[in-house]
Nanobody
Framework: QVQLVESGGGLVQTGGSLRLSCAAS????????MGWFRQALGKEREFVVA????????ATADSVKGRFTISRDNAKNTVYLQMNSLKPGDTAVYYC??????????????WGQGTQVTVSS
């Protein structure tokens, strides 16, 4: 049974930072692209960042470029999302996903339950 468990969300002020973690189990982690998506209230789920199997290939949404960084530790079956210079527009539920390379939800096979990030102004 595949499980992706996110942690690290919370409430932060504008300009602050948060680091999300996603621990994976039940799959061969090193064979999967890992991505982060987010969904704000009333909006569709949108791509944030992704990292390829080796950790060298990355894709980043324009809205977070220069502020968010994804990394992975294949020895720990964990992917991270470092979020800096947070803005109220970053408020959303953040989801970790495992799948093939891509920036659309359809490319990903497994999803976590999500963690809430709220940025106050």
């Amino acid at each position: 049974q595949v499980q992706l468990v996110e942690s690290g969300g919370g409430l932060v002020q504008t300009g602050g930072s948060l680091r999300l973690s996603c621990a994976a189990s039940g799959l061969t982690f090193s064979r999967y692209t890992m991505g982060w998506f987010r969904q704000a209230l009333g909006k569709e789920r949108e791509f944030v960042v992704a990292v390829g199997v080796s950790g060298t290939s990355r894709a980043t949404a324009d809205s977070v470029k220069g502020r968010f960084t994804i990394s992975r530790d294949n020895a720990k079956n964990t992917v991270y999302l470092q979020m800096n210079s947070l803005k109220p527009g970053d408020t959303a539920v953040y989801y970790c996903a495992a799948g093939g390379w891509g920036t659309t939800p359809a490319k990903y096979d497994y999803w976590g339950q999500g963690t809430q990030v709220t940025v106050s102004s």
